[in-house]
């Protein structure tokens, strides 16, 4: 008799939540079927998620303390903030190139009329 392939934890896991695609699933399961102890697990679990699940599914419908939703709103970062401060960098350091350009091609002209 073969020992049964023990599934990770992450597997039961996602079993329970759902969350496993279809190939995997059917595999977890065609697995169980020869593991009477890892059928056992998955159904433990799955009665303690339906048990959570029942227990907090009415602290899950309520609504966010409007102290929370402002923090949370406040604390979103903003997408052309960080894409304006990029350009902005590249628009400084292409500047400083640019006077540093026009001093290295106009310095002559500007020895000759200072007379250095």
Known sequence: MTEPTRI???IFNALVDGR???RVERETREALE???????????????????????APIAREP????????LRHDKPVAWHRDSTLW???????????????FDLALPT???????
């Open 8 to 10: 990770p934890d992450r």
């Open 110 to 116: 500007l020895r000759a009329l200072i007379g250095i």
């Open 20 to 22: 496993l695609s279809a």
């Open 64 to 71: 966010l303390p409007l102290s929370m939703m402002l923090k």
């Open 88 to 102: 902005t960098y590249v628009g400084i350091f292409a500047a400083g190139i640019a006077v540093g350009l026009a």
């Open 34 to 56: 020869t593991d009477p102890q890892g059928n056992e697990r998955a159904a433990t679990w799955q009665r303690q998620s339906e048990a959570l699940h029942a227990a907090l």
